[in-house]
Nanobody
Framework: QVQLVESGGGLVQPGGSLRVSCEGSGRTLDSYSMAWFRQAPGKEREFVAALSRSGISNLYADSVKGRFTIVRDSAKNMVYLQMNSLKPEDTAVYYC???????????????????WGKGTLVTVSS
């Protein structure tokens, strides 16, 4: 069993940066592919980024490619999402997820994730 807790959300101006964190407990996050999803009000949860167990392979949604970076810190059992050049449309609750699925085998859909955090709210507004 893995427990995931997100933190670091908040209010940021357009063009600004923010880093959200995901702390794992119960098991090492190195045993899982890790991903970030987000859900804006009135919309479905959508994939943002994923990182393989090794930390070598990653995937990004087209909407965040070049602006967001997913990384893991194995020593701290943490996963981070660094978000730069933020836009108002990035406003959402951001969820951390862990999956036994390997990156590249299937699309990263919410139904394929094994564990979820409760989310952290990111608001991009002036």
């Amino acid at each position: 069993q893995v427990q995931l807790v997100e933190s670091g959300g908040g209010l940021v101006q357009p063009g600004g940066s923010l880093r959200v964190s995901c702390e794992g407990s119960g098991r090492t996050l190195d045993s899982y592919s890790m991903a970030w999803f987000r859900q804006a009000p009135g919309k479905e949860r959508e994939f943002v980024a994923a990182l393989s167990r090794s930390g070598i392979s990653n995937l990004y949604a087209d909407s965040v490619k070049g602006r967001f970076t997913i990384v893991r810190d194995s020593a701290k059992n943490m996963v981070y999402l660094q978000m730069n050049s933020l836009k108002p449309e990035d406003t959402a609750v951001y969820y951390c997820a862990a999956s036994r699925m390997r990156v590249g085998t299937r699309p990263f859909l919410p139904a394929y994730m094994d564990y979820w955090g409760k989310g952290t709210l990111v608001t991009v507004s002036s």
